[in-house]
């Protein structure tokens, strides 16, 4: 089953399409390491966990991140969220683009425990700034196809919501729940940093 949403801003359409499956069947293992301890100095240096290539950059190659607030009891992707620690409520990936009109898709390969709607994806850099994009719930993958960026440095941020009327949790629960190969798609692309955020 697959989910569209469209965001229009300053001219540029942008379609956010979301892939819906259980977490039972995603590429999950509680074998899988964590990416438990970001960068505390916001270095800019590539590491292990971000891995450049010609035609883009991935972020969490090795590991995936946990985002929310380390309250999950009734978490869809509870097994997995229990084998891995905590990093934070919001997670920054920030990129270069080194040629203007570079076309750019942004594919998060790897979603478990989206359970609330609050969830949120945006995009900030260069002067510009997307409006916040929902990630469905249930979302196993999400894609943003056909960006056209100018040279300059982005931020992906991915930031876990907060429960204000879902009767299945508690009010001001944030959404616990895993993203990794969180992938920058498209040539002239550099992975500079990520960094988590309580």
Do not use: W
Not at 77 to 89: E, F, H, I, R, V
Not at 118 to 146: C, E, H, K
């Amino acid at each position: 089953m697959k989910r569209s949403i469209k965001t229009y801003s300053a001219g540029l359409a942008l379609v956010m399409a979301a892939s819906v499956g259980s977490c039972k069947q995603a590429r999950y293992s509680v074998n899988k390491p964590a990416i438990s301890t970001p960068p505390t100095d916001n270095s800019t240096k590539p590491d292990d966990q971000i891995k450049n290539g010609p035609d883009g950059t991935t972020f969490g190659t090795t590991g995936v991140f946990h985002l929310g607030d380390g309250l999950f009891g009734g978490s869809t992707c509870k097994p997995q969220l229990d084998a891995l620690p905590l990093s934070g409520s919001r997670f920054n990936f920030t990129f270069n683009v080194t040629e203007d009109n570079t076309p750019v898709t942004i594919l998060v390969a790897d979603l478990c425990g989206i359970d609330l709607d609050s969830n949120i994806l945006t995009l900030t850099g260069n002067g510009v700034t997307q409006p916040p994009m929902p990630i469905p719930v249930s979302a196993a993958t999400v894609l943003i196809p056909s960006l056209t960026l100018s040279k300059g440095t982005y931020v992906l941020t991915i930031t876990a919501g907060m429960n204000t009327d879902n009767s299945h949790f508690a009010i001001g629960h944030v959404d616990d729940f895993i993203v990794g190969h969180v992938q920058v798609q498209g040539t002239n692309i550099q992975g500079v940093s990520y960094d988590a955020q309580p």
